[in-house]
C-alpha cells in the first residue's frame, strides 16, 4: 500500500539550512512525498545581495544564480523529486498559493513560525503544523 502523506515544507533557505527538509526527507523515506516551498525572507535577499557584491554580480543575475543553487540543495535534501517552489512575500499569504488537497502535515522552521499562525493554519485548515528547531549553520 502506498504511504499517503505528504508534507509541505517551509524552508528559509540559509546557510545550514532548516530541520524542515529533515522532516521532508523522512516523510520520502517512509513512502510519502514532500512539497518545498522556499520563503524568500529580508535575510535572504540581504545573503543574494552579499554574493553579488562579492562576486561583481548584477543582483538580477546573482538572484536567479542562487535561487536555482537553493532549489537543487532543499531538493538533494529532501531526495526524490520533490517539487520546490519559491515564494516571496508575507508567510500568511502562502497556504493559499502551495496547499494542496494532498496535504497531511505543514512543518514550518522555528524561526518563521508566530504562534498565532500555527494555531490559525491548524484550526482553518485540519493540518497538523510541526515547528522545527532553527538549524546550526
Known amino acids: 500500500m502506498a504511504n499517503s502523506e505528504h508534507v509541505l515544507t517551509i524552508v528559509e533557505p540559509t546557510t545550514g539550512g532548516d530541520a524542515t527538509l529533515d522532516l521532508a526527507h523522512q516523510t520520502v523515506d517512509r513512502g510519502g512525498s514532500a512539497r518545498v516551498v522556499m520563503v524568500i525572507t529580508d535575510r535572504v535577499r540581504r545573503d543574494i545581495r552579499d554574493y553579488a557584491e562579492s562576486e561583481d554580480l548584477d543582483r538580477g543575475v546573482a538572484e536567479a544564480q542562487a535561487l536555482e543553487q537553493l532549489r537543487q540543495l532543499c531538493a538533494a535534501r529532501v531526495g526524490g523529486s520533490p517539487p520546490v517552489a519559491t515564494h516571496f512575500g ?44 532553527n538549524r546550526a549553520a
Open 90 to 133: 508575507d508567510l500568511r499569504t502562502l497556504l493559499a498559493d502551495h496547499l494542496t488537497a494532498d496535504t497531511t502535515a505543514i512543518a514550518v522552521p522555528e524561526r518563521l513560525a508566530d504562534g498565532r499562525w500555527v494555531r490559525r493554519t491548524a484550526a482553518t485548515t485540519g493540518i497538523p503544523v510541526t515547528v522545527t528547531p
